[in-house]
Structure formats: C-alpha cells, structure tokens
T-cell receptor, first 113, second 114 residues
Framework: ETGVTQSPTHLIKTRGQQVTLRCSSQ?????VSWYQQALGQGPQFIFQ???????GRGNFPPRFSGLQFPNYSSELNVNALELDDSALYLC????????????FGAGTRLSVL | QKEVEQDPGPLSVPEGAIVSLNCTYS??????FMWYRQYSRKGPELLMY????GNKEDGRFTAQVDKSSKYISLFIRDSQPSDSATYLC??????????????FGKGTKLTVNP
C-alpha cells in the first residue's frame, strides 16, 4: 500500500452533472498529480499541484479543475460531465517539486451515463 | 506519432518463462524511465526506475534503457502467476518550475499460466 487514499471508490453520474474527487497524499508528500485512465489505455496527465498552486497542466479543458489544501490533500472537480469522461481517475503523490517518483492511489472509477 | 509506444499484447506465457516487455519513445528530453505494475481494479505500483542507459536489476526484474535507440525493456525471470497484471512503462517530462509529469504507454497485459 502506498498510503495514497482516494474517495469515493466508484461514482455514477449523468451527463451535464458536476463531480468532485478527493485524494489524501502519502505522509510527507507535498506534490499531487492527477491522471485519467480510460479503459485499455495508459494514464493521461491532467494537472499537478505543488504547495497549493497548479504546477503544470495536460491537454484537458478548463472544466477540469483542482485544488490543493494546506495539508497537501487535493480535489479534482469536473464540470459539465460528458460520456467520454468515464474513466479511472488516479491521484499520485510525490515529494518535492521535482515529483519524479510518484506513488498512486487505487483510483476513483467514474461512470457517466 | 505518440510520445510513448507500447505493445498492448495481451501476452500469455507459462510459469517459469522469461518475459520481455518493451517500449519505444520519441522525445529525447525524457529523463527518468519507470515501470509500473497494475493489477485489475488497482492503481499503478512502481516496480523500478532508471535514469541512465544500461541495466538495473531488482530480484527477478531487470530494467534496460537504451537512450540512443529510444528503447526501454523490462525482463521478468522465472515468471509466476502472481506476476499476471498490466505493465505500464512511464517516462518523466519536465513541467514548469522544474517539476515532472509522467507520460505512460498503453500498458501490456501479461498472463502467467500455472
């Protein structure tokens, strides 16, 4: 176990709704990255937070947004859900701004109907 | 062309076989090379990481990097049924401020049959 916890485990939403996913990073880790993993694909980088600031963003639209809190936990928010947003959402924590060695949680499986 | 290419398999081998998993990449700026193992309905688990070209061994696992050919491999010796999982290669790429993101291959699904 990595010590990275995500909630909820599963979520079902309908198109157009909004969703918030949560992540608690491993103790001592101050960097959190979010990834989207579609079925049969590798994880795709969404964005990264370091010391409560967005530190980089992948090719995802603005309706994907996030937050990091002073205790380094993080949220991923997705507005106006689309069917293609159905995926496993993974949170990874790492130490320091470099964040090379990232430890993943078990993910939140989101289904959009 | 995708930045990281990985044959998705599936790959099925008998117990005890030597398994070879491979990825190619196009971005010469990638610095760190990793292999993650992902069991069904779980998050990726870091197996090994390397920085320079050459080999790195950890028990039954050997990671190999050839930066000149932009090619990385993971070898599993004496494969066990418990090795059955999807194996993801990943490479680190710079973000602003000196941070890194990971760029993954699609993953190769491996089944080791008893």
């Amino acid at each position: 176990e990595t010590g990275v916890t995500q909630s909820p485990t599963h979520l079902i939403k309908t198109r157009g709704q909004q969703v918030t996913l949560r992540c608690s990073s491993q103790s001592g880790h101050n960097t959190v990255s979010w990834y989207q993993q579609a079925l049969g694909q590798g994880p795709q980088f969404i964005f990264q937070y370091y010391r409560e600031e967005e530190n980089g963003r992948g090719n995802f639209p603005p309706r994907f947004s996030g937050l990091q809190f002073p205790n380094y936990s993080s949220e991923l928010n997705v507005n106006a859900l689309e069917l293609d947003d159905s995926a496993l959402y993974l949170c990874a924590s790492s130490l320091g701004g470099a964040g090379i060695i990232q430890y993943f949680g078990a993910g939140t499986r989101l289904s959009v109907l | 062309q995708k930045e990281v290419e990985q044959d998705p398999g599936p790959l099925s081998v008998p117990e005890g076989a030597i398994v070879s998993l491979n990825c190619t990449y196009s971005n010469s700026a990638f610095q760190y090379f990793m292999w993650y193992r992902q069991y069904s309905r779980k998050g990726p688990e870091l197996l090994m990481y390397t920085y320079s070209s050459g080999n790195k061994e950890d028990g039954r696992f050997t990671a190999q990097v050839d930066k000149s050919s932009k090619y990385i491999s993971l070898f599993i010796r004496d494969s066990q049924p418990s090795d059955s999982a999807t194996y993801l290669c990943a490479m680190s790429a710079n973000l602003q401020g000196g941070s890194e993101k990971l760029v993954f291959g699609k993953g190769t699904k491996l089944t080791v049959n008893p």
